[in-house]
């Protein structure tokens, strides 16, 4: 877009709202990397300038400055249907309140509802630019600041009110995706924030911090280094699935070592002081759920003044002489003081930071020496993870077995040289599970992008799933199996109350482009698809892998069975393509 106002002025004043909500709405018919390009030339178009203005409104996901406007789509319904004086019992009512049902939506609402608030608005007349203001990004900004700190309704309605008149339909419609932090438009943050600097990503990754981010790469001296803050939560390191190559490779070329894989929860711990946080891998801050129980052991054990450490955080069990099984943490943190059976423990498997010092750099053994000195030490409380150095693949599978006999869920292998990479999912740390050697079974994790209906619990509802990997496109999912068993009564009824406002009816005439041109067969045909940004990732354990051609990926699992469901994984973090032909073409096997 080309400024409107004087030079002088600040880019977010000078640009309007509305270019940036073309560029939002021509990204919706165009190719990932025609996305790209759109990308580049707003970043180009606002060189030297700001840009994190601009950032907020592109990545509201992100965005932790406004975390929550306390609006959600029947709010934002309800407050339409008063300000525009529309009917309770008319069609738009309606539309607008029951934006889900699909018997009352038009084809042009598209299954959303900022698309529904877009049709309706343009009814009213909503679409003609000429009585409206113009809003800049920075009005479009402060208005979003004013609208989140409001408390009252009436304040908030009144934020609407001012936006709605001087907004088109077209601008409303990308304001209420961003309210609800939902963009849709085909482009997740890692590509967008590539595109404005390569080292973005690792940027964001370690600090989880939009302002940072921009702040970071704008400056020209800016050389990137992996670094972390004291209690600014961060992408945790990550492993990478084992296949018998990667191992040869790594064990030719680097001394290994093993640790056991706990099945908790992956919790890093920040200290300063009496301060002490606890932040999720996905960057939650959970200081309340386990700071009441857990800050005692912190400051009993830790004996330097700060530090930031990494590890698993579990329910220990004196009747079980063991581990809780994964899921246990919550239940166990809201329990009353009197529950004296059971405990937190953390196994601490790295350290990243200690008495002002970063040690991201150093090497894996030097941290583990490091941690020896910094900790106490308390069994079945907080222990540093057992460590066996391995040499050969034999090694490997008696650690696996030794791991197994012991209830854990495998191990992972690293190397003792690699430095600690925030973000990272490569071959510095490599997980083997028994489902990925034994010929017994892998494991995968899939998203849920179909269902079938079945008639279980007297009623009709989504019984099975179908399940797919993520494709080479960003916004690519390949189908590669259905499932029907695995989950307890209880956890289907989760499943389904949580994805049943999201299904939408499946037409074999028009399938979603999501499916990259897949056309099911008779038997695979879903009565109903979901987007995969609404859905679900389970985790599935299968016999084998087969080739077929009834599903995208022209594989699918034999005898596959629902493990669990992974809530704590986004929808884009299922197994990739290439990961399961990675599988199929390197079954490991003893
Ligand atoms: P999975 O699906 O196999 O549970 P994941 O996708 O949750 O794995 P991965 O990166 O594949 O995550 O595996 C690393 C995870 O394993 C960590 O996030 C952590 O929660 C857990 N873990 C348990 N023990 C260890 C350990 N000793 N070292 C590193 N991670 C460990």
């Known amino acids: 877009s080309k ?123 909503w679409s003609n630019k000429s009585s409206k203001k113009c809003l800049s990004v920075f009005d479009v900004n402060d208005a979003l600041d004013a609208l989140c700190s409001a408390t009252e309704v009436e304040a908030k309605k009144k934020h609407i009110v001012s936006l709605l008149t001087n907004m088109t339909s077209l601008e409303f419609k990308w304001l209420v995706r961003i309210i609800l932090k939902d963009m849709r438009y085909g482009m997740q943050h890692t590509s967008i924030l590539k595109e404005f600097h390569p080292n973005a990503v690792d940027v964001w990754n370690a600090c989880t911090d939009l302002k940072q981010v921009t702040k970071n790469c704008l400056d020209p001296k800016f050389k990137f280094t992996a670094s972390i803050q004291i209690f600014q939560a961060f992408k945790p390191m990550l492993a990478s699935l084992a296949n018998p190559d990667k191992l040869s490779d790594m064990l030719c070329t680097n001394d290994l070592v093993v640790e056991p894989k706990y099945d908790g929860e992956r919790i890093t711990i920040h200290k300063s002081d009496n301060t002490i946080k606890y932040f999720t891998r996905n960057s939650k801050d959970y200081t309340e759920l386990y700071g009441h129980k857990f800050n005692r052991t912190i400051m009993k054990c830790v004996k330097i003044k700060d530090c930031i450490l990494d590890g698993e955080m579990l329910v220990y069990s004196k009747d079980l002489g063991g581990f809780k099984e994964f899921g246990h943490n919550r239940t166990f943190a809201l329990s009353d003081e009197n529950n004296t059976q059971e405990n937190f423990c953390y196994m601490v498997f790295d350290v990243l930071h200690a008495n002002g010092s970063d040690v991201l750099a150093e090497t894996l053994s030097k941290r583990r020496r490091l941690l020896d000195k910094i900790l106490t030490t308390q069994e079945h409380e907080l222990e540093i993870v057992p460590q066996m150095s391995v040499t050969t693949q034999s090694d490997i599978y008696k650690a696996l077995d030794d791991a197994i006999l012991n209830r854990e869920e495998g191990i992972i292998i690293k190397n003792t040289s690699s430095a600690y990479q925030p973000g990272e999912r490569k071959n510095n740390w490599i997980k083997l599970k028994p489902d990925h050697v034994d010929g017994m079974g892998e494991t995968l994790d899939m998203v849920i992008v179909g269902g079938y209906f079945g008639t279980k619990f007297n009623r009709k509802s989504v019984s099975h799933f179908l399940l797919a990997v993520r494709g080479h496109g960003q916004d690519d999912y390949y189908t590669c199996c259905k499932v029907g068993s695995g989950y307890t009564s209880s956890e289907l009824i989760q499943l389904q109350s949580a994805l049943e406002p999201h299904w939408i009816k499946f037409n074999k005439s028009d399938v979603p482009k999501f499916f990259c041109g897949w056309v099911p067969q008779s038997g695979e045909i879903p ?10 990732v389970l985790e599935v354990k299968a016999f084998s892998i087969t080739e077929t051609t009834k599903f995208k990926t022209g594989y699918t699992l034999r005898f596959p069975r629902v493990k669990r469901i992974r809530d704590d994984k986004n929808f884009d973090h299922c197994n990739t393509f290439s990961e399961l032909s990675e599988l199929v073409n390197n079954p490991t096997r003893r």
């Not at 932790?64 to 529309?86: D, N, Q, T, V």
């Not at 009565?527 to 995969?532: A, F, L, Q, R, S």
């Open 3 to 125: 400024p409107s106002a004087p030079a002088g002025l600040s880019m977010d004043r000078q640009v309007k709202f509305s270019s940036l909500c073309d560029m939002f709405e021509k990204s919706l018919d165009k190719t990932h990397n025609e996305r790209l390009q759109l990308i580049t030339k707003l970043w180009k178009s606002i060189k030297g300038h700001d840009y994190y203005p601009f950032m907020r409104l592109l990545l509201p996901q992100l965005d932790k400055e406004r975390m929550a406007y306390g609006l959600k789509e029947s709010k934002i319904a309800l407050y339409l249907i008063e300000i525009l004086c529309i009917k309770a019992s008319s069609e738009d009512a309606l539309r607008l309140k029951k934006w889900k049902d699909p018997s009352l939506s038009k084809k042009t609402d598209g299954n959303c509802f900022s698309d529904t608030v877009y049709s309706v608005l343009n009814k009213r007349g």
């Open 527 to 536: 009565d109903v698809y979901i987007e995969p940004i609404h859905s679900k």
